[in-house]
């Protein structure tokens, strides 16, 4: 078996067509995703008449937990019906990055020779693949790592969650849930079946939808923060700013996310005014709505080619001093807000 990273939707894929391999690496501290896959792996190895017999969930702080696990991996599985193959067991073994050496060898040596009925799935937060074994068990496993989308990756994600559901989201309406709830996977998920049962039989969620469910009052928004940085109004976005964190304490992914969205509009729609196209026609092309953003293209002047590479190459920065605490988020977020509104094309 090769040793390589699985990527979510290649696991999704194989699950599709019910293939299950015998044993699975799942890392990483996005739980949403992988908890999803555990899950739809579940729901096709284990039904309810054959849990109490063919399913086990073991954590490694549990007494000699990796002896009970082989022993239980090598014991053939009972009273199980339709399956993939042979594969009639499931266990799920949790926080293996908490292995100590010892214990890691043993698992390597089942995962080595992973019993034919068993699907055995491993999960961790962080795994130091340095560590002795712990890179036998990636190249014998099925390895996948689950981490945190990244900004631009979560409206995408909503709208294929949205599809999966049988409706569409507007892009507004999107931003707008993004903006309100933030990158959380649980949560956004837990919005996106309220709305899909709010809806009824309409086939597209708009931004009042989401007003409405989320029980949004309009005031200082991240669609106020947009309109101002598209104005390259420096003192009224700086004051939006202020009040979004303020009210909301680590939003910061939500206001980065919001700021690319809007600078990605900029820049296509100073394409497609080179193509002469009509501001109905450049709204529709970017998926938002015309009313509430008709202004976008000929504020889009403003933005010079070479500005708005600069500026990208700014939110990068932005992103990358977040996440890693080189810079507190309020401190990259005002820089970022006040560099876009006032630098000229020398950045």
Not at 15 to 23: D, G, H, R, T
Not at 144 to 156: C, G, K, S, T, W
Not at 290 to 314: G, I, M, P
Request: glycine share 6%; aromatic share 8%.
């Amino acid at each position: 078996m090769k040793s390589r990273i699985y990527k979510y939707r290649e696991i999704i894929g194989s699950l599709n067509k019910k293939e299950i391999a015998n044993v699975y690496l799942f890392d990483g501290n996005e739980n949403y995703l992988k908890e999803d896959v555990i899950q739809k792996i579940k729901k096709i190895l284990v039904n309810e008449a054959s849990s109490d017999f063919n399913f086990n969930m073991i954590s490694v702080g549990e007494k000699d937990a990796v002896r009970e696990v082989v022993e239980i991996a090598n014991t053939l599985p009972l009273f199980f019906g339709k399956t993939t193959g042979n594969i009639g067991r499931l266990i799920i073994f949790k926080d293996i990055d908490k292995l100590k050496e010892n214990d890691r060898k043993t698992l390597s040596d089942y995962v080595s020779e992973p019993a034919e009925g068993t699907c055995l799935i491993l999960t961790a937060g962080k795994v130091d693949f340095r560590k002795k074994y712990y890179s036998q068990i990636k190249s014998n496993s099925i390895h996948a790592q689950f981490y945190p989308l990244f900004d631009y990756q979560v409206p995408p994600w909503v709208a294929g969650e949205v599809k999966g559901l049988g409706r569409s989201i507007s892009e507004d309406a999107n931003q707008c849930l993004v903006g309100e709830v933030g990158s959380d996977l649980f949560g956004l998920k837990s919005e996106i079946e309220k709305l899909v049962n709010f809806i009824g039989d309409r086939k597209t969620i708009e931004v009042k939808d989401v007003e409405q469910v989320l029980g949004y009052v309009k005031g200082s928004t991240v669609f106020d923060l947009q309109k101002s940085i598209t104005f390259k109004n420096v003192e009224d976005s700086l004051k939006i700013l202020k009040l979004l964190l303020d009210e909301k304490p680590g939003s910061q992914v939500m206001i980065l996310s919001a700021i690319a969205a809007r600078l990605r509009h900029i820049a296509l729609a100073g394409i497609l005014l080179k193509q002469d196209k009509t501001e109905r026609e450049i709204t529709d092309s970017l998926g938002i709505n015309y009313f509430y953003n008709k202004y976008l293209v000929k504020a889009s002047c403003k933005f010079t080619d070479r500005e708005l590479a600069n500026d990208f190459s700014r939110l990068l920065t932005a992103d990358v001093e977040i996440k890693t605490g080189k810079k507190p988020a309020r401190l990259a977020l005002e820089m970022l807000v006040m560099d876009i509104c006032v630098c000229a094309e020398s950045g």
